[in-house]
């Protein structure tokens, strides 16, 4: 089987080709040309851009045992309806996907769906607790990639040392939700204006930046391999800076919705925009941005994260945190590129290049010769409603669903093969 997409704008992580054909055969790239070679089928592309399959490092499938939200199939085609083609699921399930078995359904279940690669992000501790370490090569020998107790914080700093000492015999790494909770307490939103005018009860950046610090210290001592997941504070990003600049093995990504809104979004109550990390001041939306286009911050990772409708229509402090994203990865952070905040070439190193790096993923993050066939073909100024006929989730935890969206995935292939098209 052989296709051709013919005079697309390639995008990669350094450069773009104007008016060019990618010639896919089975599964990988053949050539990458500026010639019309033979194909099975010949798509014209004119005026698109394809850019490599999206790699997101941070979402929730909530399968097993949460299905009512979300599950593997459903958030398949949630993630190739917004390009992305691998996907990391975090481990909060239930049961925890604390065991090999665990990891093994997982993915034997998104190979039955075909639609993306899915590596499984193991637990740290068993059943989450934050206390005794998990089988983590056990896990590892059955398909999970990194491991996080996202959605908790390990608060013994004992056991994350150990964790990253173990991990690093494995040439894996941790992926740290940093958060104390003690000083988070019971904070619904950021603790600034917001929270004064609103009476909910604020969690302060140095929740975040404070276990920032100590994971970042503990990998210095291990020398061994942290990430920080969903960074939201100016302060967590200075960390990282010199982090970084003493050389300390640490990488790094920020959600879309906190560089897209900030705590002013909370002031009409709505639900959809309680997320934890909460959404921080105007100057962190900055920050993020600026972090984003230097390479401080290495990947956008969506933390897409499913609720059912009855978890979030309740009092604002009842309501669960977390918001879906994988469909409005593309909009939002083309919304940058358009500000000229970002370049393709940005979004491409953001959401790819730089992720397949960190996952040791060679065969894909480039359209290139050689590479596997996961292509996203993107038509940027279609404006759409974002609604129960786009959303491919079960769940609609979005404060985007029913507005106009512009960009989106026209195509989707993983594999050589179309997996989502419109």
Same mark, same amino acid.
């Given at each position: %089987? ?32 500026? =010639? ?11 005026? &698109?851009?394809?850019?490599? /399959? ?6 929730? &499938? ?24 691998t996907c990391l699921p975090m481990a909060n399930t239930k $049961? ?25 992000? /193991? ?8 206390? =005794?370490?998990? =089988?983590?090569?056990? %896990? ?12 908790? $914080? ?15 015999? &494995? ?30 009860? /604020? ?12 994971? *970042? ?22 960390? *990282? ?6 050389g300390i093995n640490v990488t790094c990504e920020a959600a ?49 994260? $499913? ?13 669960? &945190? ?25 979004f491409v190193r953001l959401t790819s290049y730089t992720p ?67």
């Open positions: %089987m052989s296709l051709l997409l013919k005079n697309l704008k390639i995008v990669n992580h350094d450069k773009i080709l104007e008016n060019t054909n990618i010639l896919i055969e089975k599964s990988h790239i053949k050539a990458v040309t500026g =010639e019309s070679p033979e194909a099975k089928e010949i798509i014209d592309l004119s005026g &698109f851009y394809a850019v490599p /399959g999206l790699i997101d490092m941070h979402v929730h &499938f909530r399968d097993p045992g949460l299905e009512y939200k979300e599950d593997i199939f459903s958030g398949s085609k949630a993630a190739v309806a917004g390009g992305v083609t $049961p925890v996907n604390d065991n090999s078995a665990i990891t093994k359904y997982m993915i034997d279940k998104s190979k039955q769906c075909g639609l993306i690669d899915l590596y499984p992000v /193991g637990a740290i501790t068993k059943g989450m607790k934050g206390e =005794e370490l998990t =089988e983590m090569g056990d %896990m590892l020998e059955a398909g999970a990639i990194a491991f996080s107790d996202d959605g908790l $914080p390990v608060m013994n700093s004992e056991v994350m040392r150990r964790a990253l000492e173990y991990i690093k015999t &494995f040439d894996s790494f941790i992926i740290s939700h940093s958060e104390d909770k003690h000083l988070a307490g019971k904070g619904v939103i950021h603790d600034g204006k917001v929270a004064t005018i609103t009476g909910l009860k /604020g969690i302060p950046a140095e929740a975040e930046e404070i276990m920032i610090i100590r994971d *970042i210290l503990l990998a210095k001592l291990t020398k061994s391999r942290i990430h920080i997941a969903h960074v939201s504070t100016r302060g967590s990003l200075k960390l *990282i800076k010199w982090a970084k600049e003493e879309p919705h906190h560089f897209t809104f900030d705590e002013n979004s909370l002031l009409e109550y709505n639900t959809n925009y309680k997320m934890n990390p909460p959404l921080r001041e105007p100057e962190d939306v900055k920050a993020i941005i600026d972090g984003l286009k230097s390479g401080l911050i290495d990947t956008i990772a969506t933390d897409h994260a $499913p609720h059912h409708i009855d978890e979030k229509f309740v009092e604002f402090d009842l309501a669960a &945190f977390g918001i879906t994203g994988l469909q409005t990865l593309i909009p939002l952070t083309l919304k940058l590129v358009k500000e000229n905040k970002l370049t393709w070439q940005d397949s790096k960190i996952l040791n993923l060679s065969d894909r993050g480039e359209i290139k010769e050689g590479k596997l066939a996961d292509i996203t073909i993107i038509d940027p100024v279609y404006t759409y409603i974002f609604d129960e006929k786009t959303n491919k989730s079960k769940s609609v935890n979005n404060p985007l669903f029913g507005k106009e969206l512009t960009g989106i995935a026209k195509l989707t292939i993983k594999n050589g093969k179309i997996v989502h098209k419109i």
